[in-house]
């Protein structure tokens, strides 16, 4: 499959998913077409608690706020089980859903598998509307957005 451009509609999805609040971890299924009428920042990343995933999420997790006051979402989606999720957001005490695709579908269908490494470490916010309205596809995995650029795209939308 492409990658969605900018105007797309995002490719709907439902994938097992953890969240870790207060200490309590709980399992759920998470559904994009759930999230129509919110903004939604989904962050593609390679692996659990390795060193630029960790910052990236970390990073992410101090302007949770900030996203959350202009009403958006964030789920961190990458290929481990939900026993890696659980140990990675309680190492890096995150509270937001980390979202496990192991067979790979999600992945295949936002255009993001790469040889060797697995995915490319990407982000997407998707309107409440259902819609790609910005991206950032890496090539290697080594960069990523900074939370304050995502949070100006998210303002972009509200404004």
Do not use: N
Request: hydrophobic share 40%; with cysteine; proline share 7%.
């Amino acid at each position: 499959m492409s990658i969605p451009e900018v105007g797309d509609p995002a490719p709907d999805f439902t994938l097992p998913g953890m969240i870790v609040r207060d200490g309590t971890h709980t399992d759920d299924e998470y559904a994009l077409s759930a999230e129509i009428g919110r903004t939604l920042v989904l962050a593609f990343y390679p692996g659990d608690a390795t060193p630029v995933c960790t910052a990236q999420l970390c990073s992410y997790q101090e302007e949770l706020d900030d996203f959350g006051d202009l009403g958006a979402v964030v789920w961190g989606v990458s290929p481990q089980a939900l026993d890696s999720h659980e140990a990675f957001a309680r190492d890096s005490s995150l509270t937001f859903p980390l979202l496990s695709d192991t067979t790979g579908d999600v992945i295949r269908a936002y255009g993001l598998q790469a040889p060797g490494i697995g995915l490319r470490r990407s982000v997407f916010v998707i309107g409440p509307d259902g819609v790609v309205r910005w991206r950032h596809v890496g090539l290697v995995g080594l960069r990523f957005p900074k939370a304050e650029t995502i949070r100006a795209q998210i303002e972009l939308l509200v404004a």
